[in-house]
């Protein structure tokens, strides 16, 4: 008995579609993630946004311990810090309401503010924010490496119309 192999070749136009449209895997292994010799897969690249970029936890030498409340705002409301220096942001929702703690700059997060206005449920999962439960506290660390005028905001819809925004100041 013969057996007959075919094979389906895409154009690169089809190939190009299917891959934007998440259709083929960026990376396979043939079992489990893991790739041989039981070292873990290399983590994505960092991301340089303008407001910096995520730290490494052993770099970081500050906790900065910031309130989340439901009068829609935050304490404190400013900070200080000192170009280059990597922070980790212990943020604590003492409300009853989610809260989220995003840091980026006053564009990025209206923005942003705009789009959960209209995707409120939407899911979002990125170094720089950190959601945080009613009664819980959530963590991030991030590595200030551009000077400048940034925020911290709750993106939950009408929260950072309502006020919930605060001001870091990265400088020498």
Known sequence: MKTQRRSMTLGLPAAALLLAAGSLPRRAHAH???????KPAAAAPL??????IAGRPEAVRRTVAVKMLDS???EPAQL???LGETLRFRVANTGRAMHEFVIGTREENRAHAELMMKFPDMEHDEPWMAHVPPGRTGELVWHFNRA???EFACLIAGHYQA??????????
Request: net charge positive; proline share 6%.
């Open 72 to 74: 829609m705002r935050f």
């Open 80 to 82: 200080r810090v000192a």
């Open 47 to 52: 991301e340089q946004k303008p407001w910096g």
């Open 32 to 38: 489990g993630e893991a790739p041989h010799g039981g």
């Open 148 to 150: 400048g005028q940034f």
């Open 163 to 172: 006020g919930m925004v605060g001001h870091i100041t990265v400088g020498a």
